[in-house]
């Protein structure tokens, strides 16, 4: 069973830059495809980014492409989003998520078998 944690959210003014991490609990972490999605209260989950297992391939949602950078670093088994001029309609609970069957998951959740617990992201204004 592979672990799925993330961390780095927190409350902040809306412009504002904040990093999320999420690290996972394998020794075959390049094995897996990873994601962010992320849920506001009263809405259905949405897709943030997706990142491929070498890196070399990724996808930002409109909504936050340009201001949201998704990154891995296979040596530390974990993944970042980078979220800059934060609005609060990003106000969410972000979830890691990662697949270890392909390549790429993209933006269908349904390709992710593990998911993280949450966290929550919250841009005043």
């Known amino acids: 069973q592979v672990q799925v944690v993330e961390s780095g959210g927190g409350l902040v003014q809306a412009g504002a830059s904040l990093r999320l991490s999420c690290a996972a609990s394998t020794e075959t972490f390049i094995r897996f495809t990873m994601g962010w999605f992320r849920q506001a209260p009263g809405k259905e989950r949405e897709f943030v980014a997706a990142i491929s297992r070498s890196g070399l391939n990724f996808e930002h949602a409109n909504s936050v492409k340009g201001r949201f950078i998704v990154s891995r670093d296979n040596n530390m088994n974990t993944i970042y989003l980078q979220m800059n001029r934060l609005r609060p309609e990003d106000t969410a609970v972000y979830y890691c998520?990662?697949?270890?069957?392909?390549?790429?998951?993209?933006?269908?959740?349904?390709?992710?078998?593990?998911w993280g617990q949450g966290t929550q992201v919250t841009v005043s204004s």
């Open positions: 998520a990662a697949d270890p069957v392909r390549y790429y998951g993209g933006s269908d959740s349904t390709n992710y078998e593990y």
